[in-house]
């Protein structure tokens, strides 16, 4: 059982960034999955997290700027970060839980090794 996040890097801010996670060993299809990032000092937070297309939670912060998707067919999500800030500079991980996991990193049961983003001018 793997996730693989990748996608991350360095952008100025207003600008976007689309980071992937690929499982495999693992049908995604019937999990949670989640976008979870860690700032520097900070803990490891929720950023974003859908069970299925009605079923998603976002951050207050990046709410209107960032979008989660999935595609059964590839085993794989998305995170479709738009308008970046500063403050969305973090380590971003992406997560998989059970069907009724909260957008929390205690719910989630599997982790990809994360990817870093970092937006400054």
């Known amino acids: 059982v793997q996730l693989q996040a990748s996608g991350g890097g360095l952008v100025q801010p207003g600008g976007s960034l689309r980071l992937s996670c690929a499982a495999s060993?693992?049908?995604?299809?019937?999990?949670?999955i989640g976008w979870f990032r860690q700032g520097p000092g900070k803990e490891r937070e929720g950023v974003s997290c859908?069970?299925?297309?009605?079923?998603?939670y976002y951050l207050d912060s990046v709410k209107g700027r960032f979008t989660i998707s999935r595609d059964n067919a590839r085993n794989a999500n998305y995170l479709q970060m738009n308008s970046l800030k500063p403050e969305d500079t973090a380590v971003y991980y992406c997560?998989?839980?059970?069907?009724?996991?909260?957008?929390?990193?205690?719910?989630?049961?599997?982790w990809g090794e994360g990817t870093l983003v970092t937006v400054s001018s």
């Open positions: 997560a998989a839980g059970p069907p009724l996991a909260r957008c929390h990193p205690n719910d989630m049961n599997f």
């Open positions: 060993g693992f049908s995604l299809d019937s999990w949670t």
């Open positions: 859908m069970r299925d297309e009605s079923t998603t």
